[in-house]
């Protein structure tokens, strides 16, 4: 994990790490904020296995791409609704790691004070093939996934 003040938020973390923070700790959310298209067609996290549920609440609509500017309530009411505060560790997932940062910082303007951006994503950068999912982020880690 990488913790940096130069962030607006609490730190950096890849997937595999942020699998086991929230496999340790009762107190952390997993929050996925890409689109209802992204869980549809590529698939969302499964942490049945460790007796978590991941969030979802989009960031950006699709297909206009729009801010969700009810993202913050929503996200809030969500998290109020596990019993948890605003120190709960919360660990911010889309496709690559540019809007769960975003999503992460907003959090963190609302006094959240454990947001973290898993870096990799879901799918994780193109590769050298222009293809996501290949080399790096949550599915390619081997981490439990579904698909509807």
């Known amino acids: 994990m990488v913790t940096s003040t130069s962030l607006d938020y609490a730190g950096e973390i890849n997937v595999v790490d942020a699998f086991n923070a929230l496999s340790n700790q009762d107190n952390a959310i997993l929050v996925d904020v890409r689109t209802q298209a992204e869980w549809s067609f590529v698939g969302f996290p499964d942490l049945s296995l460790i007796n978590q549920e991941t969030l979802f609440v989009e960031w950006q609509s699709f297909p206009s791409g729009e801010l969700n500017?009810?993202?913050?309530?929503?996200?809030?009411?969500?998290?109020?609704?596990?019993?948890?505060?605003?120190?709960?560790?919360?660990?911010?997932?889309?496709?690559?790691?540019?809007?769960?940062?975003?999503?992460?910082?907003?959090?963190?303007?609302?006094?959240?004070?454990?947001?973290?951006?898993?870096?990799?994503?879901?799918?994780?950068?193109?590769?050298?093939?222009?293809?996501?999912?290949?080399?790096?982020?949550?599915k390619a880690s081997g981490l439990p996934w579904k698909q509807n």
């Open 69 to 138: 500017i009810n993202f913050v309530q929503q996200l809030s009411q969500q998290i109020a609704q596990k019993e948890l505060d605003q120190s709960a560790s919360i660990y911010f997932l889309c496709r690559s790691g540019a809007r769960s940062a975003a999503a992460a910082a907003a959090m963190t303007q609302q006094g959240f004070s454990k947001c973290f951006n898993i870096t990799e994503g879901f799918e994780g950068p193109l590769d050298q093939h222009e293809h996501r999912g290949m080399s790096s982020g949550w």
